[in-house]
């Protein structure tokens, strides 16, 4: 779903306190390409091998971040997009964000998160930042 033309607004506030920022890989487009056509969490989890696929994705970016806490970094959590069918967190959760949960309570990674809501728009932040802000207090 796209809700922004570029990075969220949100990002600059995250980048200009010096919080980086790994970017999950976006599945829908990797495995069907930038001209697909909508689908549900339903249709991404029946496609064959689609689970698997968004495994191998997550594999390089839960090493990144044991690695980047083995250096003492601090990781604070994911931030997912509501409805996503793949990136959704809290109600159905989306299909890479099942196995990314799945991953990180293997690895015994954080499991916060915060979720861009369905009304987030680059012109309308809303109580979101108000979110963000208490998210961020952890660092």
């Known amino acids: 779903m796209e809700r922004a ?4 607004p949100f990002a600059i506030d995250l980048l200009s306190r010096g919080i980086a920022i790994i970017q999950l890989p976006c ?17 991404y989890a029946a496609l ?3 689970r698997q696929q968004c495994q191998q994705m997550l594999q ?12 003492g970094y601090h990781y604070l959590g994911v931030i997912g997009i509501n ?7 809290s109600g159905q959760r989306g299909v890479l964000m099942e196995e990314f949960f ?17 009304w987030y728009s680059e012109d309308s932040e809303g109580v ?3 979110k963000l802000h208490r998210f961020l207090e952890k660092c």
């Open 5 to 8: 033309r570029g990075a969220f």
């Open 27 to 43: 599945p829908e487009f990797l495995v069907l390409g930038g001209d697909r056509p909508p689908m549900s969490y339903e249709e």
């Open 48 to 50: 064959p091998d689609f």
């Open 60 to 71: 390089p970016i839960i090493q990144q971040i044991q690695a980047y806490q083995a250096e």
């Open 83 to 89: 409805e996503s069918p793949n990136c959704s967190i």
């Open 102 to 118: 799945e991953k990180c309570q293997k690895a015994q990674l954080n499991t916060d998160y915060l979720e861009v809501p369905t």
């Open 128 to 130: 979101f930042k108000e």
